[in-house]
């Protein structure tokens, strides 16, 4: 049984800074893409960051240099670190997990991020 399980969202001001976590249980995990992506009330869900199974990152543009993306293949965890957020970044948090080969993809269950002071 294939699980995503994302923690580390939550209230925190304008210009703060949260760490996500991703860890996945039932893949093989060096052998999947894995990307952040948010849903806002109201908006579609965007990409926010993707790191792919060889380590190289894309970010969409609201979010460069200020979100991090990185994994630990050894822990099966993606993290996102997000610094200097903005109201604007208010939304549902979700891991993606994409297999490089044959593009099977699986979603987490998302985490509340809200950004306001």
């Known amino acids: 049984q294939v699980q995503l399980v994302e923690s580390g969202g939550g209230l925190v001001q304008p210009g703060g800074s949260l760490r996500l976590s991703c860890v996945a249980s039932g893949i093989l995990f060096k052998m999947h893409d894995m990307g952040w992506y948010r849903q806002a009330p109201g908006k579609q869900r965007e990409l926010v960051a993707l790191i792919t199974n060889g380590g190289v990152t894309n970010y969409a543009d609201s979010v460069k240099g200020r979100f991090t993306i990185s994994r630990d293949n050894g822990k099966n965890t993606v993290y996102l670190q997000m610094n200097s957020l903005k109201p604007e970044a208010t939304a549902v948090y979700y891991c993606?997990?994409?297999?490089?080969?044959?593009?099977?993809?699986?979603w987490g269950q998302g985490t509340q991020v809200t950004v306001s002071s």
């Open positions: 993606n997990a994409r297999h490089v080969i044959l593009s099977t993809e699986y």
